[in-house]
């Protein structure tokens, strides 16, 4: 999906929806943004189908949206295939060739390199640059083309292999604690990103903030035990929950931050 119109948007989500109605099987979007994801869920009521996401693993930013008709809800109801692994959905594994003399490859790095390619943005899913795991999903029409094509990264040669066990990957996770005025959206948000509270508001309000995928826009808020909290330019967390007070009376959380 390349345009950023919420119109247009909103009318590809209904007619893929319609697509899939009429010809009686599950049709896929392109992967989608957070922000994408949250204007499927503003035209969800209106579509033909069932929406249902997933972006190969548990934890994925970005997801692609299948569009579900009744008749093929069996697709689903298969004991051997679960949901997760109906999605044409892949992961390719990215190892340096000589580790020696490899450089350090980030996000950045592996999403321009494909970028480079004349890779559409919305064919590739999220992508994981840490020191154990240089990942990267994408649409299953895309990992011949990948596997052929991408031969470096920067000036480092790269070696490719399809990753078979991808959707138990488990992100990196940092603990932290801190000590909060409140549990509303906007005190955990200043807690987190340690902004003012009024910065904090100024991030809700201007949409940066999204929750289980949703955008959240409510600084009143009260953020519940495993809610996913994604912050436009400060990364993505998961609420832990409260932990209690202290004698001054204020709230302390625990939350995870994705690595």
């Known amino acids: 999906m390349n345009t950023t ?30 922000h994408e994801q949250n204007i499927l869920f503003q035209v969800k009521n209106k579509l033909a189908t069932e929406v249902r996401l997933a972006g190969g693993y548990e934890f994925a930013e970005r997801q692609l949206a299948a569009f ?5 809800l069996v697709f689903y109801s298969d004991k051997k295939m679960s949901q997760a692994e109906a999605f044409p959905i892949c992961c390719i594994r990215i190892q340096p060739l000589y580790p020696k003399f490899a450089e350090k490859i980030g996000h950045r790095d592996i999403l321009g390199a494909l970028m480079s390619l004349g890779i559409n943005r919305g064919k590739l899913g999220d992508i994981i640059a840490n020191d154990e795991d240089l ?23 790269v070696t490719l292999s399809v990753e078979t066990n991808a959707k138990g990957y ?16 906007d005190a955990v948000i200043a807690g987190i990103t340690r902004l003012s509270r009024s910065n904090a508001m100024k991030l809700i309000i201007e ?4 929750i289980n995928g949703q955008e959240c826009q409510n ?12 912050i436009r330019g400060f990364g993505k967390i998961r609420f832990s929950g409260v932990l209690g007070t202290t004698k001054k009376d204020r709230t302390k959380i625990g939350y995870e931050s994705f690595i």
């Open 207 to 210: 949409g940066k903030i999204f």
């Open 135 to 157: 990942l990267v999903f994408v649409e299953e029409s895309m990992v011949d083309y990948i596997m052929q094509e991408l031969t470096s990264i920067r000036h480092t040669m």
């Open 170 to 185: 488990q992100p990196r996770l940092e603990y932290h604690e801190t000590v909060i005025s409140s549990n509303r959206l």
């Open 5 to 34: 119109s919420p119109d247009r948007l909103m009318k590809r989500f209904e007619d893929l929806s319609r697509q899939a109605n009429q010809r009686g099987y599950v049709t896929y979007s392109d992967f989608l943004s957070l």
């Open 219 to 230: 600084h009143t808020y009260e953020c519940k035990e495993n809610d996913q909290i994604s």
């Open 68 to 72: 579900v008709p009744t008749d093929a």
